[in-house]
């Protein structure tokens, strides 16, 4: 576990497996999610989250086969990362976050590559 600014170890929430998240899919009733959701829009509550990850790649300009090509990364981790469902490692925080701030760059190395 990873120790807290005061020393004292604190819990964290490990991400399903897949059979965890297959079950949990599983039991899921989504009209009942989905018309849960239009009252809360109808009543003015909710939040629109948008992923940082998603912000960079579409600041890109690039594709999500290409992005997760750049990154080294299948598409389906990109999306993965995109959903907020995982997070990515150090090395690829640092390419989201150069892709951030400096587009031109990411879209220079896709053109470049094969």
Avoid: C
């Avoid at 990850?53 to 080294?72: M, Y």
């Amino acid at each position: 576990m990873p120790l807290t600014t005061n020393g004292v170890k604190a819990k964290t929430k490990l991400p399903m497996t897949d059979a965890q998240l297959a079950a949990w899919e599983a039991s899921r009733d989504l009209d009942a999610e989905l018309l849960q959701s239009v009252q809360q829009m109808k009543r003015g509550e909710g939040s629109v989250v948008y992923s940082q990850v998603i912000a960079a790649r579409k600041n890109s300009g690039l594709s999500q086969s290409q992005f997760a090509q750049l990154l080294g990364v299948s598409v389906r981790t990109l999306q993965g990362w995109e959903q907020g469902r995982k997070q990515p490692s150090g090395a690829a925080r640092t390419l989201i976050a150069l892709a951030q701030r400096h587009p031109r760059i990411l879209r220079e190395l896709a053109q470049s590559q094969p």
